[in-house]
């Protein structure tokens, strides 16, 4: 299967740039994936569709500060995006204008020290040698917006890129899907009958990362770290409704989280490599709650796989036409 045949022209206006003044206000698009009808509806219309019986799982992660700048030995300023922490003080990061970035070098910002460790795939290995990297991210960090918002981050973001629900630090971009409920939403949403259960993926960079292969199977996933507690497999294996995922991240981790030997969800906590694209056979999720993906994205496959690759063609086409906003803080789709 050919990427070219996911592509879609996505206009540089429809990226949403900012969220909308009010959560829950934003558009929604719904999509019947079985008989291919689209209404359009807003996103605090999502209760409306929620039955009894129903479970909810959301991703309760919460987005770092950890974006920062640093002066080198010879006072040059460079941007260091912390990705992942490995080890007690020890970071995977990228860091800007590597050029000027030396083994052992001491980076400084105000009281904080980090030393480069080593080289590693695309950055580096580096180790807190003054402070610790909590403290940096909430007094000297910034909000890593993806980097298609062609924008500095503001105060605002440090809310408005988490969820309401966010819990566990860890991610570098957030569960976008979930960026408009509000706790009258999920109030409403319990009242209808359903139960709200969840779990954690830390989001990573690679999200961003494009397929570049033409040939879909050949693209290798990023991978990421997920926690599926057995309260929550529970809840999801009793489910008496439909399985509902806010947003692609936790539909991999459901999805990483079933066992085909089992059948069901067993509590997993650990990396996935899990890569969804047409074809794949779903075990868990029964209704999807999403944003609008790049064109050349792994997320444009794992929505093609759910709903079909000709729907979700037909939804894009209809929501640019609507003028709805896409990504991060765009509109959303609810695909039943």
């Given amino acids: ?37 689209i209404s359009h509806k807003k996103y605090f219309n999502i209760p409306d569709f929620v039955q009894e019986g129903d479970v909810i799982v959301l991703n309760e992660t919460k ?32 860091v800007g204008r590597a050029k000027d970035i030396h083994i052992s070098d001491v980076l400084i910002n105000n009281e904080i020290r980090i030393e480069i460790l080593k ?33 500095e981050d ?47 993926l830390r989001v990573g960079w690679g999200t961003f990362s494009p397929v570049r292969e033409e040939n879909i199977e050949e693209h290798k ?10 309260q929550t497999a529970d809840i999801v294996n009793e489910c008496k409704g439909r399985v509902w995922a806010f947003g692609t991240t936790v ?36 209704v999807l709650v999403t944003n609008f993906h790049m064109p050349d994205s792994s997320l444009i496959l794992l929505v093609s796989a759910f709903a079909g690759k000709e729907n979700i063609k037909r939804a894009y086409k209809e929501a640019i036409r609507r003028r709805y906003k896409f990504l991060s803080y765009g509109d959303s789709m609810l695909i039943k």
């Fill in 1 to 37: 299967m050919k990427m070219s045949e996911f592509k879609y022209n996505l206009p540089r206006e429809l990226i949403a740039q900012y969220p909308p003044q009010k959560r829950g206000s934003s558009n929604l698009l719904v999509l019947d994936r079985k008989s291919g009808e």
């Fill in 154 to 200: 503001t105060k605002s973001d440090r809310e408005r890129y988490n969820t309401v629900f966010s819990n566990i630090p860890g991610a570098v971009a957030a569960p976008t899907a979930s960026l408009n409920l509000t706790d009258e939403i999920l109030a409403e949403i319990k009242e209808r009958g359903a139960k709200i259960t969840k779990v954690e």
């Fill in 119 to 151: 080289r590693e795939d695309n950055g580096f290995l580096v180790k807190f040698v003054g402070g610790d990297a909590y403290t940096l991210f909430e007094k000297y960090g910034h909000v890593p917006l993806p980097p298609y918002m062609k924008r």
């Fill in 221 to 230: 996933i990023h991978s990421e770290y997920i926690n599926v507690s057995k």
């Fill in 63 to 94: 987005v770092l500060n950890c974006r920062t700048f640093f002066l080198t030995p010879s006072s040059k300023k460079v941007e260091v995006l912390f990705l992942e922490e490995r080890d007690h003080s020890i970071w995977f990061c990228l």
């Fill in 251 to 286: 539909v991999r981790a459901l999805e990483s989280a079933y066992s085909k030997k089992e059948k069901k969800v067993v509590p997993f906590s650990g990396y996935t490599q899990l890569y969804i694209y047409p074809g794949y056979k779903w075990k868990v999720v029964d």
